[in-house]
T-cell receptor, first 118, second 107 residues
């Protein structure tokens, strides 16, 4: 079974530029999450999708971050304009059911996209 | 709000036993998960406790006390490959992670 795919793995940009990250979840997984992981910290939830609808985006800085999952499969996270504090690894995760209703709440993570903002 | 506390670093030698503690404050608690993350890698699921008590999976065990808002991950017969970061995570409407504990295993 193929895992969660993310691209690009690495991206370096100047502040105020824009960047987009792509995620393809495990086939059949209806729930998709974007997490931000700053160096030395745990993953922080940015947004959760159920199929193509947003379940929770309360932690997403909506003035500069946006995310979509138009066909309920792959997803894109965009940052525009980027700030220095956006330097982090952006992790995509998926699960067959929402965390609240799954047996163990297990999430399957991709290897992440590492963003450096200069 | 929600908060999780775990030690930032733990060191041990091969063959030893290590316990990583996690205390949490949250509303809507449904269970406590543990994830392992090697440098540059993806977090991977280790274990989950919904009820009080001990869950054992091979060399790893996880414990939960809901009344104390406390849990721990126990790693036995440590190997060099266990050097990684370990995160406790509270399951509610979403999965909220602690800051992680870096485990260094030396020979």
């Amino acid at each position: 079974e193929a895992g969660v795919a993310q691209s690009p793995r690495y991206k370096i940009i100047e502040k105020r530029q824009s960047v987009a990250f792509w995620c393809n979840p495990i086939s059949g997984h209806a729930t998709l999450y974007w997490y931000q992981q700053i160096l030395g910290q745990g993953p922080k939830l940015l947004i959760q999708f159920q199929n193509n609808g947003v379940v929770d985006d309360s932690q997403l800085p909506k003035d500069r971050f946006s995310a979509e999952r138009l066909k309920g499969v792959d997803s894109t996270l965009k940052i525009q304009p980027a700030k220095l504090e956006d330097s982090a690894v952006y992790l995509c995760a998926s699960s067959s059911r929402p965390v609240l209703f799954a047996d163990t709440g297990e999430l399957f993570f991709g290897e992440g996209s590492r963003l450096t903002v200069l | 709000g929600q908060s999780l506390e775990q030690p930032s670093e733990v060191t041990a030698v091969e063959g030893a036993i290590v316990q990583i503690n996690c205390t949490y404050q949250t509303s809507g608690f449904y269970g406590l998960s543990w994830y392992q993350q090697h440098d540059g890698g993806a977090p991977t699921f280790l274990s989950y406790n919904a009820l009080d008590g001990l869950e054992e999976t091979g060399r790893f065990s996880s414990f939960l006390s809901r009344s104390d808002s406390y849990g721990y991950l126990l790693l036995q017969e440590l190997q060099m490959k266990d050097s990684a970061s370990y995160f406790c995570a509270v399951r509610g409407a979403a999965l909220i992670f602690g800051k992680g504990t870096t485990l260094s295993v030396s020979s």
